[in-house]
T-cell receptor, first 113, second 110 residues
């Protein structure tokens, strides 16, 4: 069964560094998403992406964040100048249609020291 | 805020019993999805129910949606120890944002 994959599974970085989280969505899906879950808290929407551009973003998704689909398979989230409070689990998701079932990857645990 | 809120926050039942979890939300939605999350793991999609649907089934899962009350319920019948997880509802509008609730932590005791 097709699934969303994410790499790395765990990323440790120093405060102020830049990180890139990678995702490979399901191949026939057209809509891509990033979510964040701080430990013990709810899953929060960050951004949705369609047709090579951001379609929606939350208040969390400020200038520190950017997304890119550098090729036909990868979808990346870049976090610049990381802060301690960026430590969280980051989930990538994809869906075939807008407002359709979103399938999530296993997540990348980001730890900022 | 459109965010769904699950109730109860925690539920503990014996294997074989049914588990019912509820989700309430505040604004109009296009659809509502239920997800399961095992501790420290990713989210597994369970069911999507659209705003014009009232009930959906998938195996031992039954989801209802009452848009007049802005609520949904997830029923797991004949629960198993492997059903132990956190269950989340996520509400979607006409766009692509989904709002997750805080989840119900279900423990099924063998």
């Amino acid at each position: 069964e097709p699934e969303v994959t994410q790499t790395p599974s765990h990323q440790v970085t120093q405060m102020g560094q830049e990180v890139i989280l990678r995702c490979v969505p399901i191949s026939n899906h057209l809509y891509f998403y990033w979510y964040r879950q701080i430990l013990g808290q709810k899953v929060e929407f960050l951004v949705s992406f369609y047709n090579n551009e951001i379609s929606e973003k939350s208040e969390i998704f400020d200038d520190q964040f950017s997304v890119e689909r550098p090729d036909g398979s990868n979808f990346t989230l870049k976090i610049r100048s990381t802060k301690l409070e960026d430590s969280a689990m980051y989930f990538c998701a994809s869906s075939e249609v807008v407002s359709g079932e979103q399938f999530f990857g296993p997540g990348t645990r980001l730890t900022v020291l | 805020s459109q965010q769904g809120e699950e109730d109860p926050q925690a539920l503990s039942i014996q294997e074989g019993e049914n588990a019912t979890m509820n989700c309430s939300y505040k604004t109009s939605i296009n659809n509502l999805q239920w997800y399961r999350q095992n501790s420290g793991r990713g989210l597994v999609h369970l069911i999507l129910i659209r705003s014009n649907e009232r009930e959906k089934h998938s195996g031992r899962l039954r989801v209802t949606l009452d848009t007049s009350k802005k609520s949904s319920s997830l029923l797991i019948t004949a629960s198993r120890a492997a059903d132990t997880a956190s269950y989340f509802c996520a509400t979607g509008n006409t766009g692509n944002q989904f709002y997750f609730g805080t989840g119900t932590s279900l423990t099924v005791i063998p």
